[in-house]
């Protein structure tokens, strides 16, 4: 598996005067966001534990009717958490999950109902361990989306649902299953997962710069906008250390208005003006190179989008999880 802190996905720009009206994309706010789980204990207690490093990617239905589309969920089990580092160790041990050998559990959805106002049944494939099981998870939003003081659009997700370990080869050693006298079982062998997810989209739409690009936008074209920057959109792309701070800053308006356009549905125009942008290594440009993804999956670019996401696997950048963006 690659790099797990990349998810090449979109962070979309929009103003406070437009309707939402389609599908969006929305990331893990990881700082408000977290994953625990709690296994009987000799039949005594429940042992809590977290796991520290997670990731996902929500659709969601911004129109009228908002419902969630999907949901994908990863999450890194050598990051698991139970407060003791010895027990930890064992945890991650052939024994319990692998990590070594399979360090990722993730969640695919596949069909999804509303069954009440803002409560969802999510059915998908739960990898873990090496095997694959379907399930149905109840999820349950906690308000709708909305937007915060700064503008970003924010949605939160609560759920809980329960996995058989055995089903999962989640064995333990003797002592930690019920292959002896039930009475002497030390885990149970039904393991809760909770979660609390809040996802966001960060908007940028009232900075100056970006406001300046976009009137530019509106009197001029993309294709004009893109002749006047491409030498600033180059040199920052291969040389950011010699790229003036305007130079920079103009690229980041043009970044965030690619995001906007992308937003409008004019995915072509988005294209053309972070067309210079190839560097994902490069912070000033990687943040392009995810419209651009977005731009190919709106436009219905499925090649050239897959042709994308290949190179950026072959260099490490993302990973498996990526590759929600190009079905």
């Known amino acids: 598996m690659k790099s797990f802190a990349l998810i090449a996905v979109i962070f979309i720009c929009t103003t406070s005067s437009q309707s939402f009206g389609q599908e969006i994309f929305l990331l893990l706010d990881k700082h408000h966001s977290h994953i625990q789980f709690e296994a009987g204990y000799l039949g005594l207690m429940k042992q809590r534990g977290n796991f ?20 994908t969920v990863m999450i890194d089990l050598r990051t698991i958490d139970t407060n003791n580092r010895i027990r930890d160790k064992h945890l991650k041990s052939p024994d319990f999950l692998d990590a070594t050998e399979h360090p990722y559990a993730v969640f695919q959805s596949s069909t999804m109902s509303e069954v009440q106002p803002g409560k969802f049944l999510v059915t998908g494939l739960l990898k873990l361990k090496g095997v694959q099981k379907e399930m149905t998870i109840e999820v349950q939003q906690e308000y709708p989306l909305t937007k915060d003081r700064n503008k970003n659009l924010r949605i939160g997700f609560t759920g809980e649902f329960q996995i058989d370990r055995r089903e999962f080869n989640i064995l333990g050693g003797n002592a930690h299953n019920d292959r002896f006298d039930v009475r002497e079982q030390v885990i149970d062998n039904l393991i809760t997962i909770q979660f609390s997810i809040q996802s966001l989209r960060q908007v940028s739409a009232d900075w100056p710069p970006v406001v300046k690009m976009i009137k530019a936008y509106q009197e001029t074209s993309a294709e004009e906008l893109f002749e006047q920057y491409e030498t600033a959109l180059k040199l920052v792309n291969n040389q950011p250390e010699q790229a003036s701070e305007t130079s920079v800053e103009n690229v980041i308006a043009l970044i965030e208005l690619s995001n906007l356009l992308v937003y409008q549905r004019q995915s072509e125009s988005a294209l ?20 651009r993804l977005e731009g190919l999956y709106q436009s219905g670019k499925k090649a050239d989008l897959q042709k994308l996401l290949d190179q950026l696997l072959e260099q490490g950048i993302i990973n498996a999880l990526s590759l929600e963006l190009s079905r």
């Open 272 to 291: 053309k003006l972070l067309s210079p942008l190839t560097d994902i290594k490069n912070p000033l440009t990687k943040k392009g190179i995810n419209i």
């Open 52 to 71: 520290n490093k997670f990731d996902c990617i929500i659709r969601y239905d911004a129109s009228l009717t908002q419902a969630l589309v999907s949901l």
